[in-house]
């Protein structure tokens, strides 16, 4: 009785064992029928063809598969009139996994796919989160929207040089997954929003020279990733494409032909050591380089026009902001705020606003300077706790008077030129007054030259007078405050805002 027991033992086991395995030869929509309601495996192997009606009765009965390989396998396209599969969909192509396929099977670990696969569908594997291996792809075109989102034991994809596109979120929080090699993947134009996002075991990437987007957050949370080198054909980034990438220690983007740095690209990346910049670059979008603890130095292209808020906000180890090219009209909030490490700070003559607190917390800046005649026009909290009774401005000779007639920059310790102007013409010296749209300047001396600014601090006009009279046409200037900056010929300086009020 015995010796019949562990015989029929080992017969249930060989059984059970033989139960896990089920091959079948099929037909479009046939599969169901081929089963005969037996889903009692964990590997499955499909040859002959497939359609969505196939992966639509494997998505709701084998809840069990830890395997599936369709090698032998060509997949159909089908139209629904009477019935929506996987989502409600009526509509499938030819040779493409269907959206949603193996969704949230959490058992699944590995899939071999058909050769002639030139689409991976929306969400087809999201949510396998024991899958390890996929092969089979090597024609595969485009993988779609969440595709893989979720599958946190993939540890290597191969990515074939057929695939154009990779959809958003297509392998987002991979979190196992260690490279991802694009090089040869020249058709690849574009990789979409957080595509690679939160995969925090991710420190080699290679894009291909294909790429021409990259979508926003694409490779955000790969706090693992080190070194990135952008190709030369990406023109259009969203946001905060590497934000959070807390080991990144150097960026290449110099080949880029993009406009602006997006906002927040770099955000968050504190290791971030050596950044190149395209020579391309009009704009620092908002908080580009946001809390980048270890940036000692920026070289921005000599065509940046403006620097968006929070841009270098947080970047403590910048030695100093005189990295700023002439050309740049305009400096956001927080722009720069506690940036401790600073020593000096060059304002460029084209500036002509900086926002609220720009510079608030720069407690080690000693200095600051300028070439523009005009003050630039200021935020709120410009200079902001940074004890600037204690610092010096520099600004041209001319100016010095100007400077110290307008707030906060009234406020610095010291402001001088090469050599500071001390005295100023007596107020009753000159008058002004409007002859229509003509602005007319007399004065009881002899005066060498005439500024007209806008509140802005353009110069609009600059007149040489005849002896003690001068006069300007202002029917061109926009606006009717303007400020006028007389100089005689002993060198004197005044400064006076008119308005102009025609009757």
């Keep these: 009785m015995k010796k019949i027991a562990i ?4 017969l249930s086991l060989a059984f059970v064992s033989q139960a896990q395995t089920k091959t079948v030869d099929i037909t479009a929509g046939t599969l169901e029928n081929a089963l005969s309601g037996d889903y009692a495996f964990t590997d499955l192997v499909v040859s002959g063809t497939m359609d969505v009606r196939d992966f639509a009765c494997i998505n709701e009965n084998a809840i069990t598969l830890t395997s599936i390989d369709l090698s032998g396998c060509a997949i159909a396209a089908y ?27 959490t058992k699944l670990e590995r899939v071999v796919l058909p050769a002639s696969i030139t689409v ?30 979720g599958c946190t034991a993939l540890e290597e994809i191969a990515l074939p040089n057929t695939l154009k596109r990779i959809g958003d979120y297509a392998f987002d929080k991979c979190k196992a997954l260690t490279s991802v090699d694009m090089s040869d993947c020249d058709r690849l134009a574009y990789i979409g929003k957080r595509a690679f996002a939160q995969n925090t075991s991710l420190s080699t990437v290679k894009l291909s020279n294909g790429v021409k987007t990259l979508g926003e957050a694409a490779f955000a949370g790969c706090s693992m990733l080190q070194n990135v080198t952008m190709p030369a054909g990406v023109s259009d980034c969203g946001i905060g494409v590497f934000a ?6 150097s960026a290449d983007i110099s080949q880029c032909t993009l406009d602006t740095l997006p906002a927040w690209t770099f955000s968050g990346c504190s290791e971030l050591g050596e950044v190149l910049l395209p020579e391309s670059l009009s704009a620092i979008g908002e ?15 000599l065509g940046i026009e403006y620097l968006d808020s929070f841009a270098f906000a947080g970047c403590r180890a910048l ?88 707030a906060q920059w009234q406020d610095f310790g010291e402001i001088n030129g090469a050599t500071a102007v001390e005295e100023v013409v007596a107020d009753n010296a000159f008058k002004v007054m409007f002859e229509q749209y003509n602005l007319v300047v007399t004065s009881t001396q002899d005066m060498t030259e005439v500024r007209m600014y806008d509140t802005a601090g353009i110069l609009l006009a600059r007149v040489s007078p005849n002896a003690c009279r001068a006069m300007i046409d202002t029917r061109s200037f926009v606006g009717n405050i303007f400020l006028l900056q007389v100089t005689t010929a002993d060198g004197l300086q005044a400064v006076t805002k008119v308005a102009r009020v025609i009757r």
């Design 244 to 249: 959070g990438c807390s080991m990144l220690s």
């Design 120 to 149: 991976i569908g929306d969400g087809a594997f999201a949510g396998c989160d024991k899958l390890t291996t996929v092969t089979g792809n090597d024609a595969v075109e485009v993988i779609g929207d969440y595709a893989f989102s």
């Design 79 to 105: 139209d629904s009139r009477d019935e929506q599969y996987l989502g409600y969909r009526t509509h499938f192509d030819s040779n493409a996994i269907p959206p949603s396929a193996f969704f949230g099977f």
């Design 287 to 301: 908080g580009a380089f946001y809390y980048c603890l270890a940036l000692p130095s920026v070289n921005l292209p």
């Design 7 to 10: 015989l029929l033992s080992i």
């Design 319 to 406: 030695q100093s902001i005189d990295f700023m090219p002439e050309g740049l009209e305009s400096i956001g909030r927080y722009t720069f705020y506690q940036n401790i490490s600073v020593d000096s700070v060059t304002i460029p003559a084209t500036t002509s606003y900086i926002g609220d607190h720009a510079f608030d917390g720069c407690v080690n800046a000693a200095t600051f300077s300028t070439e523009r005649e005009m003050p630039a026009e200021l935020g709120e909290l410009v200079f902001a706790n940074m004890n600037v009774e204690e610092k010096t401005l520099s600004v041209p000779t001319e100016s010095v008077v100007i400077y110290e007639a307008t």
